[in-house]
């Protein structure tokens, strides 16, 4: 049984989530990885990672790419043969490599864009969404979507106004206070 | 009977998955089923807020379930992420008093409390499989699906991890679809993921699970693929010709909403079912609708089974959903 610390606090760090625990009894068997429908992009397999967890190389696994591929299918949750909650590791992954500085714009640019306008307006509208985040990270790709855009627009399908909750301020002061308090569940 | 739940309709049904709130307020209407939209309701973060900052996202999400009037104790969402996302703050509240406390002190900065367990989270497909017999749905059906050949397709959070349905290879949608007449396939990649939000962050990949997805469904022949999520539609039908420049094919599959095909077998003008918002067209669908192939041509032939061939699993039956 691998022990989290005085040798690994690294382990203590990832496994600090409702569940986590569950990682120390993980037996490598590697269904997870198997089970993967995004697992060919991952520089790691879920597997390999949680070794390398155990092996306490926070730096290799907080740069690995294995997370970001991750879709959140639980696929490898419920599949699992020792109940790690895999998907809400993957998230806790996530939220410790950009804590540590380890991402690109480009990937994690899409989520803060779709929070940015959660904490504006507090919904979310499809167009301001994908135009902001792809003119900003990939404006080549944005031109051939073009045709995509416009098929969605024409069909009513894009908002370009987005609706303002009339609670905003209240949410605000929610989400400010829930960051407050912060904590690592 | 009436049927009272709280409704979460979320972001994309508001604009990008309108025909699938239209749809199923109309069925909900056939059926007897009242929805109170919760007042004011917010973002549920999809799967964008966990990634960022945990207590934040659950706050998010609990703030709907608080403004949920006390007289209601479920609330029935047609999104996947946005059910998904309620039921599980709500399930994480209750096993983990620290995080109940942390998000109520969170809830309080807006004079908010949420009971964990007071509200039960419901997905719409849930709600129509599991409330209702299949007699209660059959005695609507004025125009029978027949002659539709049809891929139910559920995705991943519909039924999974939380599901009552079989988490790899669910058969409710099925049984709701062969209910209202249609003829239903084997769809083999029915609970598999549509990529979510890959196609912002990594086209091949992305394009590479829809073609998986789309090309499976083109072999079995179907007229339509049904789906219960807005994220899956929106993947599997606005990017269907980027994935064709991709791989050099040329599927034309169109991608509907259960609702949708619910409404069609109750009889109401698919106007009324956001019909027409759909990239690829459902027109052919419509057509099979509006003229129905002689009720003989389409009565299922018993497949001749060979003596020496391997056991094959009985049909589902139509009796139970």
Known sequence: ?185 | MVRRYAYYPGCSLERNAAAYDESFRAVAQVLGIELVEIDDWNCCGATEYFSLDLLPAYALVARNLAMIPPDLDQVVAPCSACYYNMYKTDKNMALYPELARAVNEALAAGHLHYEPGRVRSRHALEVIVEDFTPEEIAVHVQKPLRGLRLAAYYGCVTVRPASHDDHEYPTRMERLLQALGATVVDYTLRANCCGGHMTQLDADTAYRMIYYLLSNADRLGVDALVTACPMCQLNLDAYQGQVNAHFGTDFRIPILYFTQMMGLAFGIEPEKLGFGQEIVSAERVLEKWRNPPPEEETAERRPRRRETGLPMPEPLPVGQL
């Open chain 1, 1 to 185: 049984m691998p022990e989290e610390t005085p040798t690994n606090p690294f382990l203590a760090e990832v496994i600090a989530i409702p569940g986590g625990e569950r990682l120390k009894s993980c037996i490598q068997c590697g269904t997870c990885g198997g089970s993967c429908p995004s697992g060919e992009a991952m520089d790691h397999t879920p597997r390999e990672l949680f070794a390398m967890i155990m092996a306490g190389m926070r730096e290799e696994v907080l740069k690995s790419n294995t997370f970001w591929f991750c879709v959140s299918c639980y696929y490898c949750t419920i599949r699992c043969p020792q109940d790690i909650p895999i998907t809400d590791i993957m998230y806790r992954l996530k939220r410790l490599a950009i804590q540590a500085g380890y991402y690109t714009a480009s990937i994690t640019g899409f989520s803060e864009t779709f929070v940015g306008q959660v904490e504006t307006y507090g919904r979310s509208f499809e167009l301001g969404l994908a135009t902001g985040h792809y003119l900003r990270h990939h404006p080549i790709q944005s031109i051939r979507m073009s045709p995509l855009m416009l098929g969605m627009v024409t069909r009513g399908r894009m908002s370009f106004t987005p609706k303002r909750i009339q609670g905003i301020r209240q949410l605000r002061a929610i989400l400010r206070r829930a960051k407050e308090l912060g904590g690592a569940w």
